[in-house]
């Protein structure tokens, strides 16, 4: 076990290293390092474990580093996988936030992001194509991710669409054997309506304590669902409006921050912690919005295997599934339209591809050398 331990530790602490782009990009490299490089767990098994992700509180992809510790050495794996996992992200953001503090500005990293976006999506592309093979195996399922890819694209929410593909698709499944069909519990609905009020509930009371602070980021943890970027908005009513603890311009700069780093987006709160209680605050800032999430998947995990035991619960995970792919897609073709903003972008983006599909490079050397690509054209 401690073998294994140690495994997990080295692999996702580089994973922490090179995780850049945000969960999309996390989740290819997932596929790439432990279904096809390693070989931890089959990809119906993942695809199962991000379908399950994306039903619960949290930072999918950072739940997802848990799923993969848990899968290969228990519940210790599970805690050992994504305090790696989140750990070089909050260093690097807890420098970045001391810099911040004692020189009043972010370093200047844009010309490196120049080549990175168009590396990670090149790196999106090759696992969508991948999960998108095992989770579509046959025609039945197409509409479903069908629908939900140009549900997203007319705006709406990620959990609805994902819901509604789940539960529609399920139906559209099983209608030819007709069955009793098992409940699925709405958490996320009955949490969803509560998370603008846990991020308001902390009252009139304005003054900072780590306490306060940590309770805060602990609710936020408890109820943020979707993508990370949703947190923005809980600050912004939570820190900026309600509290007064953070002016507008330091929200924008913690996002930026949360924008280039590697790691998951959620270390923003890392950020935010420095600059109201200084490496104590982005401690307890960090812990709050993090914790809950070994809760859930702990609880979750053990469950998963058995919901493929009923033909009912099995079709709503296949649904699930293919929902998960058409949300990747969705966010890979806004990625394109926002990355692919020159012919410089293009060019990074089609020979990162290349190597992504013709020569299976690694993830990580793609990343480093759209950095260096991008540092050398601006």
């Not at 789940?166 to 009955?190: E, F, I, K, Q």
């Not at 600050?235 to 007064?244: A, M, N, T």
Request: hydrophobic share 60%; with cysteine; proline share 5%.
């Amino acid at each position: 076990m401690s073998a294994r331990l140690a495994e997990v530790a080295v692999r996702f602490l580089r994973l922490g290293v090179v995780a850049f782009g945000g969960p999309a990009a996390h989740i290819a490299l997932m596929d790439d390092e432990f279904v096809e490089r390693r070989r931890w767990v089959s990809r119906e098994r993942f695809l199962d474990l991000l379908g399950a992700t994306n039903l619960i509180p949290g930072p999918n992809s950072t739940e997802m580093t848990m799923h993969l510790g848990h899968d290969r050495a228990g519940l210790p794996g599970m805690a050992v996988a994504g305090a790696c996992f989140i750990l070089p992200a909050a260093l690097i953001t807890g420098a970045i936030a001391w810099a911040y503090v004692e020189y009043g500005a972010l370093p200047a990293v844009e010309p490196f992001l120049f080549g990175v976006k168009p590396a990670v999506l090149a790196v999106i592309l090759g696992a969508l194509w991948k999960l998108g093979k095992k989770a579509l195996p046959h025609w039945r399922v197409a509409p479903i991710a069908a629908a939900v890819f140009l549900a997203v694209l007319a705006g709406v929410g990620e959990i609805p669409a994902l819901f509604a593909g789940g539960l529609l698709g399920m139906l559209w499944l099983r209608w030819a054997r007709p069955g009793a069909a098992t409940a699925v519990l709405p958490l996320n609905l009955l949490l969803r309506k509560q998370a603008w009020a846990a991020a308001h509930d902390l009252g009139a009371a304005t003054g900072y304590s780590l306490w306060k602070l940590g309770l805060f980021f602990l609710k936020i943890g408890s109820v943020l669902y979707g993508s990370g970027y949703v947190l923005i908005a809980f600050l912004q009513g939570g820190l900026v409006d309600d509290l007064g603890w953070l002016t507008r311009q330091q929200l924008l700069d913690a996002v930026a921050v949360g924008q280039f780093t590697p790691g998951p987006v959620l270390t923003t709160a890392t950020f935010i912690g420095y600059l109201l209680g200084g490496w104590p605050g982005a401690a307890v800032a960090t812990l709050g919005i993090f914790l809950p999430s070994f809760f859930f998947v702990a609880l979750l995990n053990p469950v998963i295997s058995k919901l493929r035991r009923s033909d009912w619960t099995a079709a709503f995970l296949d649904a699930v599934n293919a929902a998960s792919v058409a949300l990747m897609a969705a966010v890979t073709l806004e990625l394109a339209r926002t990355t692919l903003v020159s012919w410089q972008a293009a060019v990074i983006a089609v020979v990162a591809a290349a190597l992504t599909f013709a020569w299976k490079i690694n993830p990580a050397w793609l990343v480093v050398a759209g950095a260096i690509t991008g540092r050398l054209l601006t």
